[in-house]
Nanobody
């Protein structure tokens, strides 16, 4: 199983980025997809979670209303659209996959992470 996260970079406060997570080697259409992030010196925290067919979502309070998780099962890809970015969103972002919907870091498969830096 491989999860390839991409789309990170340097963006100014108030800007936007879209992260992608391309999956292979798993039954993507039956996998819950999630995004987590980890800032320096902090624990990994959940950002957003999306169910198999996209009907159930979860967002952490810190990103609710600014970030949107989505998926394209035909492309085996999950996305995280991030808007109105703040410096405190700076972190390494990881995508994760599992059969079970969870807001904790108990996911079976993880991507390698992509750095998001929000700074002027």
């Amino acid at each position: 199983v491989q999860l390839q996260a991409s789309g990170g970079g340097l963006v100014q406060p108030g800007g936007s980025l879209r992260l992608s997570c391309a999956a292979s080697g798993l039954d993507f259409s039956r996998s819950v997809m999630a995004w987590f992030r980890q800032a320096p010196g902090k624990e990994r925290e959940v950002v957003a979670v999306l169910s198999w067919i996209g009907r159930t979502t979860y967002y952490s309070d810190s990103v609710k209303g600014r970030f949107t998780i989505s998926r394209d099962n035909a492309k085996n890809t999950a996305y995280l659209q991030m808007s109105t970015l703040k410096p405190e969103d700076t972190a390494v972002y990881y995508c994760a996959a599992d059969r079970i919907f969870s807001t904790t870091a108990q996911y079976e498969f993880w991507g390698q992470g992509t750095q998001v830096t929000v700074s002027s």
